[in-house]
């Protein structure tokens, strides 16, 4: 089934650890974007991008950083800099064309030891 | 913040229809309305979307106003797993059509009661 994975489910980080959270879509979509989640609250989009080998920041940028080397993986790198990085995140991805929707993976929840 | 206002919770009888509204007075004219649910603990699943005509699909209806300033959801027959928070979204374009981030707001809480 075509869809977007993320994994793994649940991660724990210790202090001034880096984690790296994996995200692929089979879909062939062009864009793809990680979101971030907190408790009761809505999403905040942390980096996106529109083609292969390009990435621009988000609102939420610091702490974090991505790479697109293939069309269908965009794996966020959680660094020690972010400092509140328990969280839920979220990847998404949509095809290319005006009003295209973005569908979503289910999510990795990461939490510090 | 989000350029959509919608009721904090609402409740359904099982097998009746849903009616979802949303207000987006300013939005603009090249700006799409999209809709969403997110079950606690899983990501946000697409519903429908629409920018000046109404929209159906299998899963829902889209109700847009002539003005474009509010929408409707419609699920026609709302059964227990429709339980969920469903989030009205009107995309803010951000570097392009690709780059248009999702600004997710409150949304509204949905019961689907027996």
């Known amino acids: 089934d075509g869809g977007i994975t993320q994994s793994p489910k649940y991660l724990f980080r210790k202090e001034g650890q880096n984690v790296t959270l994996s995200c692929e879509q089979n879909l062939n979509h062009d864009a793809m974007y990680w979101y971030r989640q907190d408790p009761g609250q809505g999403l905040r989009l942390i980096y996106y991008s529109q083609i292969v080998n390009d990435f621009q920041k988000g609102d939420i940028a610091e702490g974090y950083s991505v790479s697109r080397e293939k069309k269908e993986s965009f794996p966020l790198t959680v660094t020690s800099a972010q400092k509140n990085p328990t969280a839920f995140y979220l990847c998404?991805?949509?095809?290319?064309?005006?009003?295209?929707?973005?569908?979503f993976g289910d999510g990795t929840r990461l939490s510090i030891l | 913040d989000a350029k959509t206002t919608q009721p904090t919770s609402m409740d359904c009888a099982e097998g009746r229809a849903a009616n979802l509204p949303c207000n987006h007075s300013t939005i603009s004219g090249n700006e799409y309305v999209y809709w969403y649910r997110q079950i606690h603990s899983q990501g946000p699943q697409y519903i429908i979307h629409g920018l000046k005509n109404n929209e159906t699909n299998e899963m829902a209806s889209l109700i847009i106003t002539e003005d474009r300033k509010s929408s409707t959801l419609i699920l026609p027959h709302a059964t227990l797993r429709d339980t969920a928070v469903y989030y009205c979204i009107v995309r803010v374009a951000t570097g392009g059509n690709q780059g248009g981030k999702l600004i997710f707001g409150q949304g509204t809480e949905l019961s689907v009661k027996p």
């Open positions: 998404a991805s949509s095809a290319a064309g005006v009003g295209q929707p973005q569908h």
